[in-house]
């Protein structure tokens, strides 16, 4: 969806074909067509000087619907402009799972990736151990190693930067700490009873949301407990600190590390986001937005990210929009109406370049950060119970993106 288009601007060359790539049982379609677009208002530092844009997707009604941009931020962006120019398709396909899948996470460094499902488990796979797709030209993958030890359905993940632990929440109010097992490991080996480190106990209610900064050491959690976290896992009394919700703030769903490591930000389900500061557990700032009063649903915020490098918030929400906060002023930079459905999932690649979200209208949707404009759209999971995408994310430094679908697989493109 692109904002703020100037009529007087238009280019009038032709541009790259629109891709819309669909993967439903391992059918793939591709259309084409020709269309002619404004010149960005930002820096054209992913595409060349004669192409501002690769492609943009046609988003249908979305075309017809308006976006509020109150204000310009500036991004000082790195200069590797050729990072992740590229479209993306389907490769793998991760079965294995009984359950809607909540939750997924990359390794730092190798092609290995952990899943977390409602079927109590959580699984390893390795991209490196394939085998061929029946009705498919994608790759079908087999879990290395099944993590058990949640009462319920796991809804969180996180894995630590060194590739050396995750952590996993649940419904059942814990978060476990697990060694992460070698992605070489036999699939039929015996239990190991040392991959589960220990449970990290404090929560009263289903763990929504996890965070791990590779700076501080420190995990961060949130939960329906009404309550925020902060975990120092290693110590004989793991919690550092709580931040209590209250009735103005009500649940929060999901928290994250801001790039100032000395704060974190919350979002919850009555819309409202606060940023943190670790030492004195108080709120800095608020980040206003328009919330209303009519509907709690409207309000709710199904995910939180930051900016790797920017002091920018983005917020994913149940009633189809992603908003952009400045954390130093707390105010909004940018919202837009997303998708047809409810953004569930956000994630922004390591180079701070892309944004990439998720939701149940079954879509994934990747963003140049810069002009906030569609870059291609991929249809991978089908709905169940009117859900489809849990999560997305970024390989932290590999080509490879991935879902997590309530269908219960789990989807790798490269």
């Known amino acids: 969806m692109i904002a703020d288009l100037r009529d007087e601007e238009l280019i009038n060359q032709p541009r790259p074909p629109v891709v819309r790539t669909t993967d439903n049982e391992g059918s793939r379609i591709e259309e084409a067509e020709s269309i002619t677009f404004p010149s960005g208002g930002g820096k054209s530092f992913i595409m060349g000087a004669d192409d501002v844009f690769e492609c943009v997707l046609g988003l249908g009604d979305l075309a017809d619907l308006t976006v509020m941009n109150d204000s310009d931020y500036s991004y000082d962006l790195p200069p590797n402009k050729d990072a992740f120019r590229k479209?993306?398709?389907?490769?793998?396909?991760?079965?294995?799972?009984?359950?809607?899948?909540?939750?997924?996470?990359?390794?730092?460094?190798?092609?290995?990736?952990?899943?977390?499902?409602?079927?109590?488990?959580?699984?390893l796979w390795n991209l490196q151990k394939t085998v061929t797709a029946k009705k498919s030209a994608s790759l079908d993958v087999e879990p290395?190693?099944?993590?058990?030890?949640?009462?319920?359905?796991v809804l969180s993940l996180v894995i630590t930067s060194n590739g050396e632990h995750c952590f996993s929440g649940g419904i059942d109010?814990?978060?476990?700490?697990?060694?992460?097992?070698?992605?070489?490991?036999?699939?039929?080996?015996?239990?190991?009873?040392?991959?589960?480190?220990?449970?990290?106990?404090?929560h009263t209610d289903a763990v929504w949301g996890l965070s791990y900064s590779s700076i501080k050491k420190r995990l961060l959690s949130c939960s329906a407990d009404g309550t925020v976290r902060l975990w120092n896992p290693p110590e004989k009394s793991p919690c550092l600190s709580t931040f209590k919700g209250d009735k103005e703030h009500s649940i929060p769903t999901s928290v994250d590390f801001v790039c100032d490591p000395a704060h974190a930000v919350a979002s919850f389900n009555t819309g409202s986001i606060f940023i943190y500061d670790l030492e004195t557990s108080q709120p800095v700032i608020g980040l206003s937005s328009q919330v209303d009063s009519g509907s709690a649903l409207t309000n709710h915020i199904n995910k939180v990210v930051s900016h790797p490098t920017l002091p920018i918030t983005v917020t994913a929400h149940e009633d189809r929009q992603i908003k952009f906060f400045d954390n130093k002023t707390g105010k909004i930079i940018h919202q837009m109406v997303a998708h047809l459905d409810a953004v569930t999932s956000l994630a922004v690649d390591p180079n701070g370049i892309y944004l990439m979200s998720g939701s149940h209208d079954c879509s994934i949707r990747l963003w140049n950060l810069d002009t906030k404009t569609c870059v291609q759209e991929i249809t991978a999971h089908r709905k169940k119970l009117d859900e489809s995408i849990f999560d997305v994310a970024f390989h932290p430094s590999k080509a490879y993106i991935a879902s997590a679908g309530a269908d219960a697989l789990a989807k790798v493109f490269v």
């Open 144 to 153: 290395v190693y099944t993590f058990r030890a949640h009462i319920g359905p």
């Open 173 to 202: 109010s814990s978060i476990q700490w697990w060694n992460m097992p070698s992605p070489n490991v036999d699939p039929y080996d015996t239990y190991d009873p040392s991959t589960l480190v220990g449970t990290l106990n404090g």
């Open 87 to 123: 479209m993306w398709n389907p490769k793998y396909t991760l079965r294995s799972h009984f359950d809607g899948v909540r939750a997924i996470a990359f390794h730092p460094t190798e092609p290995v990736l952990v899943t977390a499902s409602e079927d109590h488990t959580l699984k």
